[in-house]
């Protein structure tokens, strides 16, 4: 398997193993994207070299995340030092087809090994409460959880509440 930069034509592709992603997640209750987010968002992240794929041979995507110099909501937890510089992954997501085969672990590694080659000191994430598949990959690979809680209100009937994750990847 290779990690590269994502293209332009590699969006049908992607969309549609995120499309898959997302049914598998809604019927393990996880209901937590949807035809917006995250697939919107693709084309931006290529247009600034920030969505990698991890892929096979025949160029099939097996995994995806998006490595961000800020996140929107990253004032909303306390980082362990708020001043260094973090990168944020985002959009983290491993092809249904490779479930439970350590893929995720493998995109994390990647993740931190870009990280640090770029001589940043943190990789933190923010996630959903309810996605335990995704908290117990992150804790399992080294990430630690923050103090606060994000509140991203959907609608009247759906409050998400996001927690933060980081890593120092220069210790």
Request: hydrophobic share 40%.
């Amino acid at each position: 398997m290779n990690l590269r930069l994502a293209k332009l034509n590699d969006l049908p592709k992607l969309k549609a193993m995120y499309g898959n992603i997302i049914d598998d997640m809604d019927r393990n209750n996880i209901s937590i994207w949807d035809e917006i987010y995250p697939c919107e968002f693709f084309s931006k992240d290529i247009e600034n070299n920030r969505l990698y794929l991890l892929v096979e041979k025949d160029d099939n995507i097996v995994g995806s995340f998006a490595l961000c110099e800020s996140n929107a909501e990253e004032s909303c937890v306390k980082w362990e030092n708020s001043n260094d510089k973090a990168l944020y992954i985002e959009r983290f997501g491993v092809n249904v087809d490779y479930s439970r085969q350590g893929i995720g672990s493998i995109m994390l590694k990647h993740a931190i090994t870009l990280t640090r080659n770029m001589n940043v000191k943190y990789l933190r994430l923010l996630v959903v409460s309810i996605n335990k598949p995704a908290i117990n990959l992150y804790l399992k690979n080294g990430f630690k959880q923050v103090d606060g809680i994000y509140e991203e209100i959907i609608d009247a009937n759906l409050t998400l509440h996001e927690y933060g994750f980081e890593i120092d990847v220069l210790r």
